[in-house]
């Protein structure tokens, strides 16, 4: 990826308020960029085709150009439900990010003139993103499989579980088997979060198996069993 791109990476994705778009304008000045090597995008019939994603999965789509901070603007089209662009963001670029929250494909038109030259004539691309359906709902397991690390009596205990796939809000229960004395299930981030985590201190030795379960905003649901080991 071209490293503007990677700046902007780093940077995160603080997203500005995205202004009303006005009429399409030509089409001269800086010119904006499509390619695997830079956006990850594939020019096809004069439409750059950036990377598909899929609903309820936070994602990154860049818009690169040859100048430097631009004021860019939908002229045309929609991006997808759920996701935002802002108008400025760094130099040579700016993002569409987000949630998607419907499946399709979403084709747009972008402007971008020069920040300190509005009057400039802008550059334009369209741009189309597909938007496949929710991946999968899964309960992701630790690097040691589902034999979680060994507990000691009397130690705090943490341990973190994570799901890949569906759709937010993601809510966790324990459905079958029993936990170990001491231990329960906390909450490590806003629902919209794919995680949760077992966390205490142990109050008693033995091994324990017990049956996780994630579901998501959708009512999909995944189930993972564990066994927990907890010594003196």
């Known amino acids: 990826m071209r490293r503007s791109a990677a700046l902007l990476i780093a940077a995160g994705t603080a997203l500005l308020a995205l202004t ?19 956006n990850g995008g594939t020019l096809t019939n004069g439409v750059c085709v950036l990377p598909a994603l899929n609903v309820g999965q936070n994602a990154e789509e860049f818009l690169l150009n040859t100048g430097g901070v631009d004021v860019w603007t939908i002229v045309s089209g929609a991006i997808p439900t759920g996701m935002q662009m802002p108008t400025t963001y760094g130099a040579g670029a700016t993002i569409i990010g987000g949630i998607p929250t419907t499946a399709g494909t979403f084709t747009f038109t972008v402007d971008n003139v020069p920040y300190t030259g509005p ?52 809510t966790w229960n324990v459905v079958t088997g029993q936990l170990p004395g001491g231990l329960s299930l906390v909450s ?28 998501d905003g959708a009512g999909h649901q995944a189930t993972q069993q564990f066994t927990l080991k907890i010594g003196r």
């Open 188 to 215: 490590t981030a806003a629902p919209r979060d794919n995680g949760n985590q077992l966390a205490g201190t142990p109050t008693k030795a033995g091994q324990f198996a017990f049956t996780m379960q994630v579901t």
């Open 119 to 170: 009057s400039d004539t802008p550059s334009q691309l369209s741009y189309s993103i597909t938007v496949n359906g929710a991946l999968p709902l899964a309960v992701v397991l630790p690097a040691g499989g589902s034999a979680l690390h060994q507990g000691t009596v009397g130690v705090p205990y943490a341990q973190n579980f994570f799901a890949s796939g569906g759709v937010a809000p993601y």
């Open 20 to 38: 009303t778009a006005g009429p399409a304008l030509a089409v001269t000045g800086d010119t904006q960029e499509c390619s695997p090597g830079t």
